[in-house]
């Protein structure tokens, strides 16, 4: 797949603080990459940097294959943002907030009031369309800037914080459309949260940053398997089965250690690989399996395990 | 240069700053002092007062006519007390006081456009849109100046209807706007206007609020109020080649400003102060 962002070594310094401090990563066409970190880790600067609206200190960014310092206005050609704010003109009604950001994104005029009325109806807003957006919910702003990223159908979208401040049902709201527009539409994001579950529902990989720094990267299977390289697997029997079933196990090649308890057995084993062999040993040996469960880490495991041994 | 985006720019930044009550509550005020109840007491008063009283003025007033080129003393030679009165202050003290519109018009839009969308954390969604720098201050600065000039204009027109139909009754004849008022409306008038706004684009890059830049802007007024000195105290006459030369200092002043606020303006700078 053709890579979209590539980033290597990039910098950012604001006095003697480095915001972005040797980032390199890159994302793929339809992917959705995702920057984890705790608010000041860098991300927001990053996002600004790959617009070309804030010149880099060192290193080297391509976004579609131009540099941001001097190619800015062709990259955000290509580019929609929702910002950490919403950043919508209150004053103004959604219909006109829209048009106003189509026609600076360079939409034909004959084409954009069809393309406003499009993408309002497709974040549900068609009720509201001549109403200042001041009068609308938290949620339906949030739309509605995401609308404005949209508006002129950008290959690359950046979202920032896409879901801070929202209630947890206008936060589902914003994360099914993410989700929908990833899926339907193969769009290619850049997703700069703190929020982990966010993150772990909508991202395909993660870079977890802290200080401008990347601390890990890669998707959650290979971020378990770099921080936690053997994996536990729990099977409930039936009934136990005896110690002499369980001591042959150990021979098994690529199985670790066994431990036990009650109706249930926990394997640590080299690899996946592995898994069926101890199933096929175990039912070999008469046991009756009820379950068996590799153990899961979910991405706040991983966060939490990267910034503690950052600090 | 697309032209679309910095028009889009400017029709936004109207629209916006029309919703401001702080913004455009100045530009009804103001006009309606200075092109109607101003010229109105100054034109009706002597025309109601004793004669007795506008000769006491006129006392004041020969001193200042004295004082005056020539060629202005000209316009007052065969008129009665009242009409030199009117054509006095109508014609020659509410001038530089015009000057303050274009002025405050100006700082006022550019205050809530530069630094009003700062506050209102609408810049960054700007920033982010495919326009460059200079169409982005092209269209910030049209929004100010196109409508300081425009309003100014309006309030120059009304002014002169007021002044024609009051004094109607003791002129008998359309006699204003005078020769003096041409390029004051025409060429100090748009100098003033691009002075505030780009006064208030370096302004705007030091201070957070509206109101601030609103207030460190409007400070530039000093400069006309001491064209109203001038004008009052006989020091100083604007007359037409006087205008003109101050007028051309003050274009020469807003190219200097305009070349360091083009220098300054630059999404770097901008989203560092966000």
């Known amino acids: ?311 | 240069m697309n032209w679309r985006s910095i028009w889009t720019i400017a029709k936004k930044d109207l629209k916006e700053v029309s919703q401001n009550k702080m913004a455009w509550g100045p530009g009804i005020v103001v006009p309606l002092v200075f092109a109607v109840f101003m010229p109105l007491m100054f034109i009706i008063l002597p025309q109601v007062i004793p004669v007795e009283d506008v000769q006491r003025e006129l006392g004041d007033l020969d001193g200042m006519l004295r004082a005056m080129p020539p060629a202005l003393q000209v316009l007052f030679e065969g008129k009665s007390l009242e009409q030199m009165f009117v054509l006095y202050m109508a014609g020659f003290m509410l001038a530089p006081l015009f000057l303050v519109m274009p002025l405050m018009f100006s700082t006022v839009i550019g205050s809530d456009s530069f630094v009003g969308e700062r506050e209102r954390k609408t810049m960054e969604a700007l920033l982010y849109t495919p326009t460059s720098d200079m169409e982005l201050f092209l269209g910030k600065v049209l929004a100010a100046v196109i409508p300081a000039i425009g309003l100014s204009w309006i309030t120059y027109v009304v002014y002169i209807i007021v002044v024609n139909v009051a004094s109607y009754p003791l002129f008998g004849s359309i006699w204003f706007p005078l020769p003096t008022w041409w390029p004051l409306m025409l060429w100090m008038t748009p100098a003033l206007a691009v002075l505030g706004i780009s006064a208030t684009v370096l302004i705007s890059s030091r201070v957070r609020t509206f109101m601030e830049a609103y207030q460190m802007s409007a400070s530039l007024v000093v400069l006309v109020l001491g064209l109203v000195a001038g004008q009052v105290s006989g020091v100083l006459f604007l007359g037409i080649g006087t205008t003109l030369i101050i007028g051309t200092i003050i274009w020469l002043v807003d190219a200097a400003l305009i070349y360091v606020s083009v220098k300054k303006f630059k999404r770097s700078a901008l989203v560092a102060k966000l």
């Open chain 1, 1 to 311: 797949m053709e890579i979209i962002v590539e980033v290597n070594g990039l910098e950012r310094t604001f006095g003697r603080n480095r915001a972005v401090d040797g980032m390199t990563f890159h994302v793929k066409q339809g992917e959705v990459f995702g920057l984890l970190g705790p608010n000041g880790a860098g991300k927001t600067t990053t996002v600004r940097l790959l617009n070309g609206i804030l010149p880099p200190s060192g290193g080297m960014a391509r976004v579609f294959g131009l540099d941001p310092l001097m190619d800015g206005q062709r990259i955000r050609e290509q580019t929609g943002v929702l910002t950490e704010s919403p950043s919508l003109y209150e004053r103004l009604s959604a219909r006109e907030n829209l048009e106003f950001f189509g026609t600076l994104a360079g939409i034909p005029a004959e084409k954009l009031t069809q393309r406003v009325q499009d993408i309002l109806k497709f974040f549900g807003l068609q009720d509201r369309v001549n109403d200042k957006v001041e009068t609308y919910s938290k949620g339906m702003k949030q739309r509605l800037a995401l609308a404005r990223a949209l508006v002129h159908e950008p290959p690359l979208l950046f979202l920032d914080e896409p879901t801070s401040g929202l209630d947890p049902e206008a936060a589902q709201q914003v994360n099914e459309l993410i989700a929908s527009l990833s899926q339907r539409s193969g769009q290619t994001i850049l997703l700069a949260t703190h929020n982990l579950l966010e993150a772990q529902r909508l991202c395909d990989r993660v870079a977890v940053m802290n200080k401008g720094r990347i601390l890990a990267m890669g998707s959650l299977k290979e971020l378990t398997r770099k921080l936690w390289p053997v994996i536990w697997v729990d099977i409930t029997f039936w009934e136990m089965p005896a110690e002499t079933v369980r001591e042959t196990l150990k021979t098994l090649r690529g199985v670790i250690q066994i431990t036990g308890q009650g109706e249930t057995m926990q394997a640590q084993v080299e690899n996946e690989d592995v898994i069926p062999q101890v199933v096929r040993h175990l039912t070999g040996q008469g046991a009756s399996i009820l379950r068996v469960n590799p153990r899961d880490y979910t991405l706040e495991d991983i966060y939490f395990s990267l910034q503690a041994g950052e600090k």
